[in-house]
């Protein structure tokens, strides 16, 4: 599986006391990434098993039993020179920030929260924990290309009532992932299911967000699908966004469309990229709301994008049994180039012209 858990030794962790952050990098059980590679297939599992084991953070708590918590996913990417670079990282610690702070969690450093991503990358490299560049991820504009995902997230203390939560740990974990969606068909359909509301937390990056979302994907991969999309709670007519990326349509008109921020969409960081690197293209970008029948009638091209599906072509959109095909299913000419300019950035084969990039190595 393309996102599956084989987690880093190294991992950060905070606590909040009342007054201040304390922070601690734990070295979790490992070998040499050689000798790793050659553990067979339970002894690899028993070893990962034991990284991802805190005996000392408590099992009943506001997270475990009210989903109380929200996290963050950024990737550090080999570079073409052969270093490694986080994207925006400065955006994840804000929006960390945000989230807390809607979740009235005591808010986290953001200078802290960069520091530690960086310092846990770095400290897991340095054992060798990293990945090398591949120039043959070049071929297929790095759609294939694997990386190291960085996972923040929030962990309350104990407690049974419910009651939002004084003192959280701050965690970081690293694990190295390859492409979100792996080839093969992306077809989406829109699922009746409701992710967020007005006046909820669907602007959060809450834990608890995710309940809809894993239900909704499944359903829908059930029915042969990649990709489920959300329509907004009030109108049932609206486009709001993925199971965890938000959604673009490229019009007949020339305009690029993607839904306006709300507190029902959350405000992704590739989604905010791609909209400047369209602008720098000249071409006209609108926030705005857009009707399912509007995408029925007026979109070309459609592509979701995230940390994790970059952005992701999507070929047809299944809407009550009736499907819109974009650009005969063929991937769009603005989202081939789109996606192209982020990877190459990101991989460091494009020039940084933004300063998007933060280098651990
Ligand atoms: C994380 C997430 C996204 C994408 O945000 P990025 O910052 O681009 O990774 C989109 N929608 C949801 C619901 C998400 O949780």
């Avoid at 270093?83 to 400065?90: T, V």
């Avoid at 690293?174 to 969606?181: D, I, K």
């Avoid at 991969?221 to 349509?249: P, Q, W």
């Amino acid at each position: 599986m393309a996102f599956s858990l084989s987690s880093y030794p190294v991992t950060y962790r905070a606590k909040y006391n009342g007054k201040g952050w304390s922070e601690e990098f734990l070295e979790k059980p490992h070998k040499t990434p050689a000798e790793e590679a050659a553990l067979g297939a339970e002894a690899a599992a028993d070893l990962l098993d034991s990284r991802n084991f805190y005996p000392d953070m408590p099992l009943v708590g506001y997270t475990t039993q009210y989903g109380l918590s929200c996290f963050e996913g950024l990737k550090a990417l080999p570079q073409k020179d052969g270093g490694l670079a986080i994207f925006r990282p400065d955006r994840n610690a804000a929006r960390f920030n945000k989230s807390m702070a809607g979740l009235y969690m005591p808010g986290f450093p953001e200078d802290a929260f960069v520091k530690a991503c960086v310092e846990t990358v770095k400290r897991n490299a340095a054992l060798g924990f990293t990945l090398p560049y591949k120039a043959e991820w070049e071929k297929d504009s790095f759609m294939t290309a694997d990386s190291i995902y960085i996972r923040p997230f929030t962990y309350a203390e104990g407690g049974i009532g419910v009651n939002i939560c004084h003192t959280p740990w701050v965690v970081i974990v690293t694990t190295p992932v390859s492409s979100y969606f792996s080839g093969g068909k992306s077809e989406a359909v829109i699922t009746e299911r409701i992710r967020a509301t007005p006046k909820g937390t669907g602007w959060i990056k809450a834990a608890s967000n995710y309940v809809i979302s894993a239900l909704a994907k499944h359903e829908a991969a059930d029915a042969g699908f990649m990709e489920c999309v959300f329509l907004d709670a009030t109108h049932r007519k609206y486009v709001e966004e993925g199971s965890s990326c938000n959604i673009f349509f490229y019009l007949k008109s020339g305009e690029l469309v993607t839904p306006a921020l709300g507190d029902t969409i959350l405000p992704g960081i590739t989604r905010s990229s791609i909209i400047e690197l369209a602008k720098d293209r000249k071409v006209k970008v609108a926030e705005r709301p857009i009707a399912i029948d509007e995408v029925f009638a007026e979109a070309k091209e459609c592509f979701v994008s995230g940390t994790a599906a970059g952005a992701t072509p999507i070929e047809s959109l299944t809407y009550q049994g009736k499907k819109a095909v974009f650009n005969g299913g063929k991937v769009g000419e603005l989202t081939a180039e789109l996606r192209d300019t982020l990877k190459g950035i990101q991989y460091g084969a494009r020039p940084d012209t933004k300063g998007w990039m933060v280098r651990v190595v």
